[in-house]
DNA sequence: TCTGGGGTCCTAGGACCC
DNA sequence: TCTGGGGTCCTAGGACCC
């Protein structure tokens, strides 16, 4: 057992928009956000230069997913509203998003990084958790290291934190963002991570900072000057707990490497609110490609799904699930779209429909689910 | 002019079984 | 005719993350 880990959490800078730059690279310098639906792409000109959409003509649904760090400095961050970013920000690039091509960076720098320390948990498509622990290296000639091997393999800079835990570690690899390698060492707790929000530890949502707000704690450094019992009190014991831990720089997770999913989902916001009779033929359609699309990506990752759900958002923003657990598991659309049909009868239909979705959880494997297509199954065979 | 799409994990109540 | 706990599965909702 390891009494001193070395956990590092490598997150890419900017990463959808800086994939953009690549292909783009006259934009480098400029504003440019990426992210809504039906954007054009770039149409080449007579001249050779490249018409960009842009940000203050979008109409429509939808948010930023990316921002350069030019365009953050203007006030428009991913998460924000497409409409409301193009009044902050109304001459910034608008480029639709090309998520084949991060999916195909995101393979790349990963691999980089696994020729230097194999040991790697995947924490989505532009970030992932590193224990150097069994390295014997120098930390920071080692992070220059793998940073310069994903420059290599992509064009692409990324920012490190490396300490004991991975808690730590994702704060600091945000602490010196672009291009930034930070090192702390539990001693410097106090000093470095007290003075930081308690928002900027992961885990702390929206709700629990304004629930902390309202006790008068601001900082992890109040937090961790909270006494235990007054978090048990406040939050329950399993989070009270969590909280005090978390605000004291403890966390002994081990690294998950090799998950398998646990759900796969499609869902589509609609242009225009729909309505479950007036427009029953659109939302008849958009619902069978779902499952259609659900049916594809289970059979492509060699899954079949026990329990199908759907999600509904109406137009108040509201949403409700509903989900249906079969004897069997099940990967053909027409399966799926029936047991979907299903959850949808049990669903009120007044209100308008802002988003539909189709979810297939209860993952097995699909030769698990279908015992004909393998050997040694037929126990009770006529 | 509101708020995308893909996930994970947790909680909590009820059914059902031993 | 009142009454145990424990365990697991199912369903719904919600917080949070990238």
């Known amino acids: 057992m390891n009494s001193y880990r070395r956990i590092a959490h490598l997150d890419m800078d900017a990463f959808f928009a800086s994939v953009e730059l690549i292909r783009y690279p006259e934009l480098r310098g400029k504003p440019v956000v990426v992210g809504g639906r039906n ?32 365009a953050r400095a203007l006030g428009v961050f991913s998460g924000m509203g497409l409409m409301k970013s193009a009044q902050l920000a109304p001459d910034a690039i608008l480029l639709p998003a090309n998520f084949d091509a991060y999916r195909d960076c995101s393979r790349r720098f990963k691999a980089a990084v696994a020729s230097i320390a194999p040991k790697i948990e995947d924490r989505g498509i532009d970030e992932i958790y590193i224990d150097l622990s069994d390295i014997p290296e120098e930390t920071t000639s080692l992070a220059r290291r793998i940073k310069q091997a994903v420059f290599d393999a992509t064009g692409l800079t990324c920012s490190i934190g490396i300490t004991p835990n991975k808690l730590l570690s994702k704060i600091c690899s945000d602490l010196d963002k672009p291009n930034g390698i930070t090192c702390l060492a539990m001693e410097e707790l106090a000093t470095r991570i007290w003075p930081l929000p308690a928002k900027k530890i992961n885990g ?39 909280l005090h831990r978390v605000a004291h720089g403890i966390d002994e997770r081990q690294l998950v490497v090799g998950s398998e999913p646990k759900s796969i989902s499609r869902e589509s916001t609609f242009e225009r609110d729909l309505h479950a009779s007036q427009d029953r033929a659109e939302l008849s359609e958009v619902f069978t490609s779902l ?4 049916a594809d990506d289970l059979k492509r990752k060699g899954y079949a799904s026990r329990t199908i759900g759907i999600k509904l958002r109406y137009s108040d923003f509201h949403a409700v699930t509903r989900d249906v657990t079969l004897p069997i598991g099940v990967s053909e659309g027409t399966e799926i779209r029936k047991a979907a049909g299903e ?40």
């Not at 499952?291 to 659900?294: F, H, L, P, S």
């Not at 429909?353 to 297509?373: C, D, H, Q, W």
């Open 39 to 70: 954007v054009h792409q770039p149409v080449a000109q007579s001249d050779g230069s490249k018409c960009f959409a842009r940000l203050g003509d979008y109409v429509g649904r939808g948010v930023i997913t990316t921002s350069t760090y030019e």
């Open 343 to 382: 959850c949808l009868k049990r669903v009120p239909l007044t209100q308008r429909i802002r988003l539909l979705g189709v979810r297939a959880g209860g993952l097995i494997s699909l030769k698990e689910a279908n015992p004909e297509a393998s050997d040694g199954q037929a126990e009770f065979q006529f």
């Open 291 to 294: 499952c259609m699309r659900v």
């Open 204 to 242: 702390i949502g929206p709700k629990a900072t304004e629930r902390l707000t309202g006790l008068g704690i601001h900082t992890i450094g109040e937090l961790a000057a909270t006494p235990v019992e007054f978090l048990v009190r406040k939050f329950g014991k399993t989070t009270g707990a969590w």
